[in-house]
Nanobody
Framework: QVQLQESGPGLVKPSQTLSLTCTVS??????????WSWIRQPPGKGLEWMGA???????YYSPSLKSRTSISRDTSKNQFSLQLSSVTPEDTAVYYC???????????????WGQGTQVTVSS
């Protein structure tokens, strides 16, 4: 059973960088052919895929967020991380990490999710 757990600050000031980490247990983030995605849900809105890091370390980003998003990993800790720069209140959302099963077309299919973490952008 794969388990994912998000961690990071719940409050970020505008213009700063949001940083979250997802710790994975029960499976390796280097296992072929999965990717590890970040997804968010702003209040009252639907899910938005932000990007993913694949089993081989390749990264993929949503075009709308690409200029502000960076996803990295630490294979020794079986963790992957999200950094979102220059945040505004519109980046307030519940942030999820998930295992992506859509090999070749990331961002549509997931089989395991973290519980989600609320991040509020406010001064």
């Amino acid at each position: 059973q794969v388990q994912l757990q998000e961690s990071g600050p719940g409050l970020v000031k505008p213009s700063q960088t949001l940083s979250l980490t997802c710790t994975v247990s029960g499976g390796s983030i280097t296992t072929s052919y999965y990717a590890w995605s970040w997804i968010r849900q702003p209040p009252g809105k639907g899910l938005e895929w932000m990007g993913a890091i694949a089993y081989d370390g390749s990264t993929y980003y949503s075009p709308s967020l690409k200029s502000r998003t960076s996803i990295s990993r630490d294979t020794s800790k079986n963790q992957f991380s999200l950094q979102l720069s220059s945040v505004t209140p519109e980046d307030t959302a519940v942030y999820y990490c998930a295992r992506d099963t859509g090999w070749g077309s990331w961002g549509y299919e997931y089989d395991y999710w973290g519980q989600g973490t609320q991040v509020t952008v406010s001064s």
